[in-house]
Nanobody
């Protein structure tokens, strides 16, 4: 059974840092496209960062230079290191995984086979 279990969210002041983790089980994460999405109530879910099975990474323009996606293959875990956090980064963050090769953000978001339970990140002074 495939599972994605997230951890690491919380509250932080602007300019602070957080690291999200997404532990995968039931499959080999490094062979999948994996990514992070976020959603604010009343708004559409948006892609934040993704890494494909070749190790190529992609980022939303709003987080480039501040967020880093990585994965530890030995632990089958995906990470999102978030630095210089801003209030507009406040959202529920979800990890996602799919066995298809990367095509686009749109395809990944709307066809990803597996999703984590979500983890709240709040950036506020």
């Amino acid at each position: 059974q495939v599972q994605l279990v997230e951890s690491g969210g919380g509250s932080v002041q602007p300019g602070g840092s957080l690291r999200l983790s997404c532990a995968a089980s039931g499959y080999t994460a490094s062979s999948y496209c994996m990514g992070w999405f976020r959603q604010v109530p009343g708004r559409m879910r948006e892609g934040v960062a993704a890494i494909d099975s070749d190790g190529n990474t992609r980022y939303a323009d709003s987080v480039k230079g501040r967020f880093t996606i990585s994965q530890d293959n030995a632990k089958n875990t995906l990470y999102l290191e978030m630095n210089s956090l801003k209030p507009e980064d406040t959202a529920m963050y979800y990890c996602a995984a799919d066995p298809k090769r990367w095509i686009s953000w749109y395809i990944f978001q709307y066809t990803a086979a597996y999703w984590g339970q979500g983890n709240q990140v709040t950036v506020s002074s």
